[in-house]
C-alpha cells in the first residue's frame, strides 16, 4: 500500500520561507512521477510543481522562479517555498503517479496517491 506522508507546513510572514517535504513508502513504482498541488476548500486542486524519477520539471506559472521542487533520488520529495505571499496560502498536497510524465504533469487525473495535506498561511 502506498503512502505519502506531508511535512513542513506553517505559519509565515509575507516573503518568509517554507520548505515542504514528502515521504513516500510502499511501492517502488509511485515514486516515478511526484507533484505538490494546492486546494483551497470549495475549489479544485491546482498543480503548483511536478517532478519525474528523470529529473524533468513542471511548473505553475505563478509558481516559476518562487517555487522549486526536487527529490533525493530515494523516496522523498521536496517544495522549496520562498518570497512567500498572501496569496500562496492554501492546503498543499504531495501526489504521485506510477508513469512518468512529460505532458499534462500538472492534471489532477494524472495521479493516484495522495497525501493528506500540510497547510501553508501566508500572513501580510
Known amino acids: 500500500q502506498v503512502q505519502l506522508v506531508e511535512s513542513g507546513g506553517g505559519s509565515v510572514e509575507s516573503g518568509g520561507s517554507l520548505r515542504l517535504s514528502c515521504v513516500v513508502s510502499?511501492?517502488?513504482?509511485?515514486?516515478?512521477?511526484m507533484a505538490w498541488f494546492r486546494q483551497t476548500p470549495g475549489k479544485r486542486r491546482e498543480g503548483v510543481a511536478s517532478?519525474?524519477?528523470?529529473?524533468?520539471k513542471e511548473y505553475a506559472i505563478a509558481a516559476e522562479g518562487r517555487l522549486i521542487i526536487s527529490h533525493d533520488n530515494a523516496n522523498t520529495v521536496f517544495l522549496q517555498m520562498n518570497i512567500l505571499n498572501p496569496e500562496d496560502t492554501d492546503m498543499y498536497y504531495c501526489t504521485s503517479s506510477l508513469v512518468r510524465l512529460r505532458i499534462e504533469a500538472l492534471k489532477e487525473n494524472k495521479y493516484t496517491y495522495w497525501g493528506q495535506g500540510t497547510q501553508v498561511t501566508v500572513s501580510s
Open positions: 517532478i519525474n524519477t528523470d529529473g524533468w
Open positions: 510502499g511501492n517502488t513504482y509511485a515514486r516515478y512521477n
